[in-house]
């Protein structure tokens, strides 16, 4: 943890303008606290109530979301099966507010403009239950190919990963989305019991120097938001200059947005002169800095012309190999009535990998992608190998062939490390490919013959 003797003279001086007396002293004193840690459970795969009865750590539910929950940094949930198995998300509590607070419904287009690395993104997608679009977005490559890890991980579906500048974006997608995230880069402020070095990043690029581009971002997004759509600005920042006052300059410059008020919970501050928006300090909940504004576009409009455009996108039927079709007539919806991709107009090929793209997904050949939709697997020669993130999206029951082992079992984590696993006599296995999975929630695959599990799992992801 930080200390109150390393924060700046000038940062000290700002706050203590910012805040009243009392309050002040009161943040201050929150650098002798100790920082809480959070996780937030993947509902994807199960709920939150449904988690704490298999849950091996001790938690703590987090008041302003239904899902997350504090627990004991020495528990080291990142170090656990059931990590790998994506039930859950490290996520510092307080950062979990902006993807609760915007109402995102199934069947929502979605964008996270600044998604990386995937923590906002991830609830996002939870909240749209496999129904409609998310579209993720960060400008730097590597760490957008973090955030895709992360929503792999997860077991999204409809997700599209881009890693382009919010003009870019805007030039393609104009009014196109339901719901926008902001999450801007900002100065930090909010953060600095917990990380040192933003004191220093602090020091060098402040307010002064990011206000300018979270308003050229924002003002991107509002071009990107259809009529009626709401979005949600938010930093990890205190100062008014990237607060309220980038709220204030979106405002006076798009008489199309109007501020939303968002919900009270326990210890959240009001915005300052701005009562719609909120604040957390963390002397006042148990949590970090943030500040988030809601906002919405006025002037309803119809949206048949956008989703007809959309239309023509839709891509011709492709030929696949016969290996390819039959495994992917094996798996089937959680009623075994249906088959999951059996939508032909949605099945995409390229450079011999096989894609389920969302619905209407509006692919623009210049827009730099870095997934479309779910990667469903590799056609290697007329053969076909079912890729890590479709063993992430399928739930056990969706597929014929699976063997689970327990959490606490040795041979999980020797799966997890790339090693080949013998079975037991009594473990009925069927030959081919075969889900993985830990306390019934899968893993990975591998191909079984003969009681051996020859193992698929991704090496990039492996237990170290």
Not at 143 to 158: I, M, Q, S, T, V
Not at 253 to 274: Q, V
Not at 327 to 332: A, G, P, T
């Amino acid at each position: 943890m930080v200390k109150y003797t390393e924060l700046p003279s000038l940062y000290l001086e700002k706050m203590r303008e910012l805040l009243d007396h009392s309050n002040y002293e009161e943040y201050i004193s929150s650098f002798d606290m100790p920082k809480v840690q959070g996780l937030r459970v993947n509902n994807l795969k199960l709920s939150g109530r449904e988690f704490e009865q298999l849950s091996p750590f001790s938690l703590e539910p987090v008041p302003w979301t239904e899902n997350g929950y504090y627990y004991r940094e020495e528990e080291k949930p990142a170090r656990d099966p059931y990590y790998y198995a994506g039930l859950y998300y490290l996520q510092e509590p307080s950062a979990m507010t902006p993807a609760a607070l915007l109402p995102v419904q199934p069947g929502d287009r979605v964008l996270d403009l600044c998604a990386a690395p995937g923590g906002k993104s991830t609830e996002l997608a939870a909240k749209l239950k496999g129904e409609g679009l998310l579209f993720s977005n960060d400008i730097s490559n590597s760490r957008a190919k973090a955030l895709l890890k992360n929503l792999e991980l997860f077991g999204a579906g409809p997700i599209c990963v881009t890693s382009e500048s919010p003009e870019k974006l805007a030039e393609y997608l104009p009014e196109f989305f339901d719901k926008i995230l902001v999450d801007a880069p900002c100065s930090g402020e909010g953060m600095f019991r917990k990380d040192s070095g933003l004191i220093k990043d602090w020091l060098e690029h402040g307010p002064d120097y990011y206000a300018p581009i979270q308003k050229s971002i924002v003002s991107q997004a509002v071009k990107m938001l259809r009529p009626g759509g709401l979005l949600l600005y938010s930093t990890c920042t205190f100062a008014k200059q990237e607060d309220e006052k980038v709220i204030q300059w979106i405002l006076e410059n798009n008489p199309s947005m109007e501020l939303i008020k968002l919900p009270d919970f326990h210890g959240f501050a009001r915005g300052f002169e701005m009562e719609e928006c909120i604040r957390l300090f963390p002397h006042k909940i148990k949590g970090e800095g943030h500040f988030l504004g809601l906002m919405r576009k006025k002037d309803l409009e119809n949206r048949e012309k956008i989703q007809g455009n959309i239309q023509e996108n839709r891509r011709k039927q492709i030929k696949m190999p016969e290996e390819a079709v039959e495994f992917l007539r094996e798996i089937k919806s959680s009623d075994g009535k249906e088959r999951l991709f059996s939508d032909q107009s949605r099945l995409y090929i390229k450079e011999d990998s096989l894609y389920f793209l969302p619905k209407d997904f509006p692919y623009h050949a210049r827009l730099r992608y870095l997934r479309t939709g779910l990667l469903l697997g590799q056609i290697k020669k007329n053969r076909f190998e079912p890729s890590q993130a479709l063993a992430m999206f399928l739930k056990k029951c969706n597929y014929p062939r699976t063997i689970s082992f327990s959490r606490e079992d040795e041979r999980v984590i020797r799966y997890l490390k790339g090693e080949t696993i013998i079975l037991k006599d009594t473990e009925k296995l069927a030959e081919g490919w075969c889900l993985v999975c830990a306390g019934g929630f899968p893993l990975g695959w591998a191909k079984g013959n003969k009681g051996v599990l020859k193992n698929k799992y991704y090496p990039g992801w492996r237990w170290q």
